[in-house]
């Protein structure tokens, strides 16, 4: 994961560096994802079925990146439904790992899953709220409804997993729902809230490669657990 970490510091010093430096600020981008993705590869070697899955929302993750960084606004929704695609992916990763859990009899705390239900709904509230006013288009506003409906069931899903206690790990999962969500709401206040603080916009990424990161340690297979719990 080294070279994710350094690339994204790289990302992080051109946010202070002037227009002339805009591509490289666009390449680190969709590159500090892909190197998230090689690590992952690399530590995983395709072990489970999950990995492999996980892997799959991933290569999502920078094809959306991609288009985001040197496609024009006019592709925008194009790149969100890659980004909802990616999420779904990790709903479907989410809810495998609650049934799993619960065939073996690992129910979920409700406390936990009606506070991550809350909290995520609440967030998704207030960003809509203050997001929707603004766009002017259908298509987009439609757009931004379902993507945020989608990356509310995987942040809840995630925690509900957790909630299980059947795998210690997935609490990784839920933390990388979390900082995902967070960045994502940063991420359209800033573009269509009106929100012009320079400090949610060197947020927004480093929450994401963050949350990505975690949902990569979630799936953390040793030798001496290599057993594949995954039914499709």
């Known amino acids: 994961m080294w070279p994710a970490f350094l690339c994204g510091i790289v990302w992080q010093i051109l946010q202070f560096m002037p227009q002339e430096w805009s591509f490289a600020k666009q390449l680190t981008d969709p590159l500090t994802t892909a ?27 920078v094809i959306a990146g991609a288009i985001f960084a040197f496609l024009p606004f006019s592709y925008f929704i194009a790149g969100l439904a890659v980004f909802l695609l990616a999420h779904v992916v ?15 009899g690992c129910r979920p705390r409700l ?30 506003a439609n757009a931004i409804v379902a993507y945020t409906a989608v990356i509310t069931v995987m942040a809840i899903s995630a925690a509900a997993a957790a909630a ?12 990388g729902g979390g900082m995902m969500a967070v960045s994502d709401a940063c991420l359209a206040l800033r573009m269509f809230g009106g ?6 916009g060197y947020v927004i990424m480093p ?26």
């Not at 190197?35 to 690399?42: C, M, P, S, V």
């Not at 299980?164 to 933390?175: D, E, G, K, L, V």
């Not at 929100?195 to 949610?200: H, N």
């Open 111 to 140: 406390f936990m899953v009606i506070l991550a239900a809350v909290c995520y709904t609440g967030l998704v509230g207030f960003v809509l709220q203050a997001v929707l006013p603004q766009v002017h288009d259908a298509m987009l």
């Open 207 to 232: 929450l994401y490669w963050g949350g990505i990161i975690c949902y990569v340690f979630s799936e953390i297979i040793t030798r001496q657990q290599n057993k594949d719990n995954w039914h499709i």
């Open 195 to 200: 929100v012009s603080e320079a400090w949610v």
């Open 90 to 104: 990790l709903c479907i990763i989410n809810f495998n790992r609650l049934r799993a859990a619960w065939r073996l």
């Open 164 to 175: 299980t206690r059947y795998q210690s790990r997935w609490w990784w999962a839920a933390i």
């Open 35 to 61: 190197f998230i993705l090689i690590g992952a590869w690399r530590y995983n070697r395709l072990h489970s079925t999950e990995a492999k899955i996980l892997l799959a929302a991933l290569m999502l993750f």
